[in-house]
């Protein structure tokens, strides 16, 4: 079975609250072993904390999510800035942060983007990058506040794009939408971007793949998109995880795990 790590899913959130340790399962029966679980807002925080302690298969990130701007405030920075003082040993990324131009309030998105982009930096830990319709003014802000890696979430552009992240460092998250045909733009970028610039996600509950609109997304089907990839990449599906599975390790500074690591909860 190939090994796979869904780096980026949002399994704390209440949708999943009737029958999370049987998605975990459902997953690592997939073969999911690694869970990345951002952050949004600061009083869902401490929430995530505690969904990390049932999973030792969990990794997770904090950060204050553009979608939730009129949750967040500056002084939720420093907040931010002593929970990653802490150094919790599971503790892996700020995010997950970004600009959203469907949101309001821009000036105070770019602000709080700015602020967690010097965090991550300070912490030498990677970011977890939302974009929606901001990709260009996305750009220059990481290559100028931003740490030294990171991936874009959900990566939906242009090979030109693409290649503007890449040569900062930064690695491509690929979800559902390269399941898409109709995804043009975005799969021609994601098969012709070095390979080491990749990692798997699903974004659950959202960004269902291709089939299954309208339905929650859960991470089990990472590996319905490890095998879209595949197709587009025109490699095998266990030589494509192996990479990804290294690539996703490398982005969050994970060693391999010594067992499946699935606890229900």
Not at 66 to 88: T, Y
Not at 95 to 117: K, M, S, V
Not at 211 to 218: F, S, V
């Amino acid at each position: 079975m190939n090994k796979l790590y869904d780096t980026h899913c949002h399994i704390d959130f209440k949708v999943f609250n009737n029958d999370r340790g049987p998605v975990v399962k459902n997953a690592s029966e997939a073969g999911v072993e690694r869970f990345m679980v951002p952050g949004v807002s600061a009083e869902q925080w401490p929430r995530l904390q505690q969904h990390v302690e049932q999973f030792p298969s969990w990794r997770f990130a904090l950060g204050l999510h553009p979608w939730f701007i009129k949750q967040h405030n500056r002084h939720q920075l420093s907040e931010l800035e002593q929970a990653l003082s802490n150094q919790h040993k599971r503790l892996r990324a700020v995010g997950e942060i970004g600009l959203d131009a469907t949101c309001d309030n821009a000036d105070l998105q770019r602000e709080l983007f700015i602020e967690q982009l010097k965090l991550a930096k300070q912490f030498r830990l990677p970011a977890i990058i939302h974009h929606r319709k901001t990709l260009e003014t996305t750009h220059p802000l990481v290559k100028q506040y931003g740490p030294e890696s990171g991936v874009i979430h959900a990566f939906s552009g242009s090979y030109e794009q693409a290649m503007k992240f890449v040569d900062c460092g930064y690695k491509l998250g690929v979800g559902g939408v390269i399941t898409y045909p109709r995804a043009q733009k975005t799969r021609q970028a994601i098969a012709k971007v070095p390979l080491s610039a990749l990692v798997l996600e699903t974004d659950s509950p959202d960004m269902p793949i291709c089939g299954h609109q309208g339905e929650r997304n859960e991470p089990a089907r990472v590996a319905k998109v490890l095998e879209a990839l595949a197709d587009l990449r025109e490699m095998s599906k266990d030589s494509l995880s192996e990479v990804l599975w290294k690539n996703s390790c490398e982005l969050f500074n994970d060693a391999p795990p010594a067992s499946n690591g699935h606890v229900s909860g």
